[in-house]
T-cell receptor, first 114, second 111 residues
Framework: EAGVAQSPRYKIIEKRQSVAFWCNPI?????LYWYQQILGQGPKLLIQ????????DSQLPKDRFSAERLKGVDSTLKIQPAKLEDSAVYLC????????????FGQGTRLTVV | KQEVTQIPAALSVPEGENLVLNCSFT??????LQWFRQDPGKGLTSLLL?????REQTSGRLNASLDKSSGRSTLYIAASQPGDSATYLC??????????FGTGTRLTVIP
């Protein structure tokens, strides 16, 4: 079974530029998450989708971050414009949504804003 | 509001030692608790998931226990190896079925 795929693996941009990350979850997983992990900290949820609907985006900085999950499969996370403090690893995860609630993570995208 | 704490923040042990990593959480109304491993620059790998009805789970040299009433979980690693060096994170589901993470324990196993 293929895991969660993310691209790109690394990205370096200047502040005020825009950037987009892509995620392909495990086939059949209805729930998709985007997490932000700042160096030395645990991952923090940005947004959670159930199929193509948003379940929780309470911690998403909506003035600069946006995410979509068209057709309930792939998802993209965009930052526009980026700030220095957005430098972090962006992790995508998926879950089947069954009672076990086990989440599987991709390799992440390391973003550096200079 | 759920808070998850992991102690110690960093741990260094000689190869072959048995060790225990600790995770505590403030809201005991959890469905399960999941332990992850994270290698530098990589994503998270799920190690063990303990359902709320279970007391422990084992996988190879790893054993995780869960005491909901006291808000604690431990990850026991037997006969540690240099390849076990990584950051270990515990996470619990929130009411919206997403994961709330601790800050992790960075483990170094010295050959």
């Amino acid at each position: 079974e293929a895991g969660v795929a993310q691209s790109p693996r690394y990205k370096i941009i200047e502040k005020r530029q825009s950037v987009a990350f892509w995620c392909n979850p495990i086939s059949g997983h209805a729930t998709l998450y985007w997490y932000q992990q700042i160096l030395g900290q645990g991952p923090k949820l940005l947004i959670q989708f159930q199929n193509n609907g948003v379940v929780d985006d309470s911690q998403l900085p909506k003035d600069r971050f946006s995410a979509e999950r068209l057709k309930g499969v792939d998802s993209t996370l965009k930052i526009q414009p980026a700030k220095l403090e957005d430098s972090a690893v962006y992790l995508c995860a998926s879950s089947s949504g069954d009672t076990k609630l086990e989440a599987f993570f991709g390799q992440g995208t390391r973003l550096t804003v200079v | 509001k759920q808070e998850v704490t992991q102690i110690p923040a960093a741990l260094s042990v000689p190869e072959g030692e048995n060790l225990v990593l600790n995770c505590s959480f403030t809201d005991s109304a959890i469905y399960n608790l999941q332990w992850f491993r994270q290698d530098p620059g990589k994503g998270l790998t799920s190690l063990l998931l303990i359902q709320s009805s279970q007391r422990e789970q084992t996988s190879g040299r790893l054993n995780a226990s869960l005491d909901k009433s006291s808000g604690r979980s431990t990850l026991y690693i037997a006969a540690s190896q240099p390849g076990d060096s990584a950051t270990y994170l515990c996470a619990v589901p929130t009411g919206a079925n997403n994961l709330f993470f601790g800050t992790g324990t960075r483990l170094t196993v010295i050959p």
